[in-house]
T-cell receptor, first 117, second 110 residues
Framework: GAVVSQHPSWVICKSGTSVKIECRSLDFQATTMFWYRQFPKQSLMLMATSNEGSKATYEQGVEKDKFLINHASLTLSTLTVTSAHPEDSSFYIC?????????????FGPGTRLTVL | EDQVTQSPEALRLQEGESSSLNCSYTVSGLRGLFWYRQDPGKGPEFLFTLYSAGEEKEKERLKATLTKKESFLHITAPKPEDSATYLCAVHVNYGQNFVFGPGTRLSVLP
């Protein structure tokens, strides 16, 4: 149980293009999903908190117009990196909380490796 | 400011050599402390949740403990497949998100 998937697992794109990453909770409903970014040999950096049916809350320093987040259903959140540039290359990981669970455990997806050329 | 630190940064053990990883935290209010395991190029895998000082959780060769200021992840007789980065995260009272520590990279040599 508590499986989270991400698609794609890796993507290579040209500078200036937009890339969409999907995060799905497969066997539970998630009112809250989180998007993280991770650089090599570093820990997870929270980018934004996504609540179903409402606007995402972005962490300080994260451009909301560049990283568009949509949480349209209880099982799907998407992150769109708009006008991607090489400095956006990173490992993006989502997590989700089970709305029916009494704990606050976040279950993580497998991550998406973005490379911008 | 809420802060989570982990030590050591990296640890190399021989197979069967037990040891402990430390997670120290300074937060305004603790709702829960979480341990995750992360393999290279993959997302973190949930291990344990601890909520109150004195609490302990066990899973196979791993045992997590919690005090008011820190948590330990004890690894008993580790195997090479235990090699990974171990992350701890603190959920504070006032928000939804976690504060992650920098992680401990564990290598278990056969």
């Amino acid at each position: 149980g508590a499986v989270v998937s991400q698609h794609p697992s890796w993507v290579i794109c040209k500078s200036g293009t937009s890339v969409k990453i999907e995060c799905r909770s497969l066997d539970f409903q998630a009112t809250t999903m989180f998007w993280y970014r991770q650089f090599p040999k570093q820990s997870l950096m929270l980018m934004a908190t996504s609540n179903e049916g409402s606007k995402a809350t972005y962490e300080q320093g994260v451009e909301k117009d560049k990283f568009l987040i949509n949480h349209a259903s209880l099982t799907l959140s998407t992150l769109t990196v708009t006008s991607a540039h090489p400095e956006d290359s990173s490992f993006y990981i989502c997590s989700a909380r089970d709305r029916k669970s009494s704990t606050d455990t976040q279950y993580f997806g497998p991550g998406t490796r973005l490379t911008v050329l | 400011e809420d802060q989570v630190t982990q030590s050591p940064e990296a640890l190399r053990l021989q197979e069967g050599e037990s040891s402990s990883l430390n997670c120290s935290y300074t937060v305004s209010g603790l709702r829960g402390l979480f341990w995750y395991r992360q393999d290279p190029g993959k997302g973190p895998e949930f291990l344990f949740t601890l909520y109150s000082a004195g609490e302990e959780k066990e899973k196979e060769r791993l045992k997590a403990t919690l005090t008011k200021k820190e948590s330990f992840l004890h690894i008993t007789a580790p195997k090479p497949e235990d090699s990974a980065t171990y992350l701890c995260a603190v959920h504070v009272n006032y928000g939804q998100n976690f504060v992650f520590g920098p992680g401990t990279r564990l290598s278990v040599l056969p």
